[in-house]
């Protein structure tokens, strides 16, 4: 037995669960593609481990930018993204039905900007723990670069706000059948991006433990401080300073949002003083 729903007649969630008690599927069809409800749900969420590189663009809503100088903006950042990964044997051209374990990597756009996920890295031992970072600066890198030569369009110049992660979280198929990312490791790399300023890469925990043993990434490149997230979390997080680093365009300056470890420990600094949470348990003040 099969239900239809219209666009145009109202159908509450009760309605739903209602009909899904009783044993029957839902079909919506707005146009000539069918989408029945259960057959996402029949789609087990496949575990994986996930290389989170986060950015936005910074100010983007800025009243001075124009729906003309918004959509530049966008097309740009895409390019940049785009011409510094595709250098890497797990960049892929093939559109989103390609296998999932031999899917190296995945954009999800979010309006402003995008998360970039790294997936199954065991398969290309040649990209070590650096590749995230490396895929951050590059990305800076470019949009400094851009900026520099941009001289005609003032209002289509622009900088980011970059975070990475790496967890264990689900791949899924969203609305648009298209792979997608859930997990506590992507809600955390939006977290620390939103932290951060024009310009600045800031890493999580695990992060920083993987890069700290690299020559490259090694101590006295990064800087330790605790940010405010929301549902008043607290985090650790390290700000990348590099060496040299500001002929990039990079922003080695203390985050305007951060906390330093004696402030960590003033529970003056807290808004509501209500949970303290650095990769473990919560515990109440």
Known sequence: MGLRASLFKEFTMNDYEQQQNAGITLTIQPSTTRWRANEASSIAATPI????????VADFTNPCRTTEDQTAIVQTLNCIVTSSVAGYEFY???????????????????????????LNLAKYPEYNDNVNMDIALSIVESINNYNKNNTQWKNRKFKVRIGLNEHKDNMVLDINR????????????????NLADCNQILVGEPVF??????????????????????????????????????????NTEKPRNSLSLLQYKDSSYYPTKKWSVIYRETTEH
């Open 92 to 118: 892929s051209h093939e559109d989103e039905y390609i296998l999932r374990e031999e899917k190296g990597m995945i954009f999800l756009p979010t309006g402003d900007g995008m998360c970039i996920a790294l």
């Open 178 to 193: 298209k792979l997608n990312i859930v997990g506590y490791g992507i809600n955390m790399a939006s977290r620390i991006m």
């Open 209 to 250: 433990n993987d890069l700290k043993n690299h020559e490259k990434y090694s101590e006295g490149k990064f800087e330790e401080y605790y940010g405010i997230v929301k549902h008043d979390y607290i985090i650790k997080f390290y700000q990348f300073i590099g060496e040299h680093k500001n002929d990039i365009g990079l």
């Open 49 to 56: 481990q996930v290389k989170y590189i986060f950015l936005d």
